[in-house]
């Protein structure tokens, strides 16, 4: 059975940080490139940002260049988003994405990925 839990999620004051993290099980973790995306009340879910299989490529939302981080640890099976000056707009769930891929691939679109976690909540306080 494949699974994906985040978790790390909470309330922060704007500026404040906080690491996700998404376990990820039930798959060949370095076959899968891995993505995060987010969904704020009454909005569609959107991309995030992305690592490649390896970890050698990542891309992202213009909107978080400079404040996000995206790392993988294949020794835990564990992908993990480091978010830094974390502002209002912020505010949504976070969603971990897994896509089987080519080495060097990654994915910017909702229905390029194969499985979904069910998401952590991020609340970021003005």
């Known amino acids: 059975q494949v699974q994906l839990v985040e978790s790390g999620g909470g309330l922060v004051q704007a500026g404040g940080s906080l690491r996700l993290s998404c376990v990820v099980s039930g798959l060949p973790f370095s076959s899968y490139s891995m993505g995060w995306f987010r969904q704020a009340p009454g909005k569609e879910r959107e991309f995030v940002m992305a690592?490649?299989?390896?970890?050698?490529?990542?891309t992202y939302v213009d909107s978080v260049k400079g404040r996000f981080t995206i790392s993988r640890d294949y020794a835990k099976n564990t992908v993990y988003l480091q978010m830094n000056s974390l502002k209002p707009e912020d505010t949504a769930v976070y969603y971990c994405a897994a896509r089987k891929s080519y080495v060097g691939e990654v994915a910017r679109e909702r229905n390029e990925y194969d499985y979904w976690g069910q998401g952590t909540q991020v609340t970021v306080s003005s």
């Open positions: 690592i490649s299989r390896g970890g050698g490529s990542t």
